[in-house]
């Protein structure tokens, strides 16, 4: 052909991140239409929840729901994707992992897309709708698990090894201990989830101790590729 097609690769939309530089209005929307899809689910379930319907009762167009929120997942998600930081972070070999990762989940908490009341709110759908936790469990595992090149370069393991596993499980284990203390603590003196993941982290190191001096580290197998932000995102 002289004249080749090029054929143009779509590229998933992104949700509106909800941050300080958003414009009042704009906030004010970004936030009805949320409340409007919580309510929603609540009241008819995750899987009759429209973008119609979200439109209507937020006061918006049916466009603005989708430019905000390109998927109907997107509508119900509150926390954010691992902070492309965080694989630089923690596949560096320090002398103390607890104490990256209580960065890493400072961080991701500081990054958080609502507040206690909004996560009360997505607690008690996912309590009823098993479309909804399920969903939400993948998504969570699925975002620690995108840092398996990084743990595997941190323990020079393969990137198969299921000895990271333990990794992945800790993250798992002491941000979900931290958001249920949070979630459940005094409502007129609640908790901060960053206090809540220092507690958390206080009582992991006081269940681990200092160590067994008697043990072996691990055996190392081949070692993963350096890992970069680039290489595989967040």
Not at 47 to 58: C, N, S
Request: with cysteine; net charge neutral.
């Amino acid at each position: 052909k002289l004249f080749p097609v090029k054929h143009s690769v779509k590229q998933a939309r992104c949700p509106v991140v909800l941050d300080a530089e958003m414009p009042p209005h704009k906030r004010r929307r970004y936030r009805a239409i949320r409340q409007a899809a919580a309510e929603l689910v609540r009241e008819c379930g995750y899987e009759a929840m429209t973008y119609d319907a979200v439109a209507e009762r937020a006061g918006v167009s049916r466009r603005t729901v989708f430019n905000y929120f390109p998927t109907k997942f997107d509508l119900i998600k509150t926390w954010p994707a691992l902070d492309p930081k965080a694989f630089a972070h923690i596949a560096t070999t320090s002398n103390n992992f607890l104490a990256d990762l209580r960065e890493l989940l400072l961080e991701r908490a500081r990054r958080l897309d609502g507040d206690r009341a909004e996560f009360l709110l997505l607690r008690e759908i996912a309590a009823t709708d098993p479309e909804v936790h399920n969903r939400i469990d993948a998504a969570i595992r699925s975002s620690f698990e995108s840092l398996r090149p990084a743990l595997a370069q941190r323990a020079q393991l393969s990137e198969e090894d299921s000895r990271l596993r333990l990794a992945i499980y800790l993250m798992l284990a002491i941000e979900r201990t931290a958001f249920d203390e949070w979630l459940e603590s005094d409502a007129d003196s609640p908790t901060t989830l960053e206090d809540a993941i220092n507690h958390t982290l206080a009582l992991t190191v006081s269940l681990i101790g200092s160590g067994l001096d008697d043990v072996a580290p691990a055996a190392p197998t081949t070692p993963a590729s350096p890992v970069t932000p680039a290489t595989r995102p967040a």
